[in-house]
């Protein structure tokens, strides 16, 4: 299992609406989880979720999720060598 930080929206419940951060360059949102922007630090991903906030509103945080190995789409193996995550 891979671990990987998200940047998730919220209601003012506290409960997921099911949105993720896609792009954190258009600040574009999905609703699949495995399309997600996948960050590996937390403190990348509180940032992003800050971004979010401005471009969005919103209650935008950052979240880990776990994936299965084998269902995660932008392992390091699946990118071409050079190109960054973050």
Known sequence: MTY???VENF?????STGLYMACQVNMTVTADVNAARKFRRQRTAEF???DM???R???????EHGFE???TPN??????SGAAQE
Request: proline share 3%; no cysteine.
């Open 4 to 6: 990987s930080w998200l």
């Open 11 to 15: 209601t003012k419940d506290g409960q």
């Open 48 to 50: 992003r979720a800050l």
């Open 53 to 55: 906030r401005e471009a």
């Open 57 to 63: 509103h919103g209650d935008w945080r950052a979240v």
């Open 69 to 71: 190995d084998s269902m």
């Open 75 to 80: 392992v390091r193996a699946n990118r071409p």
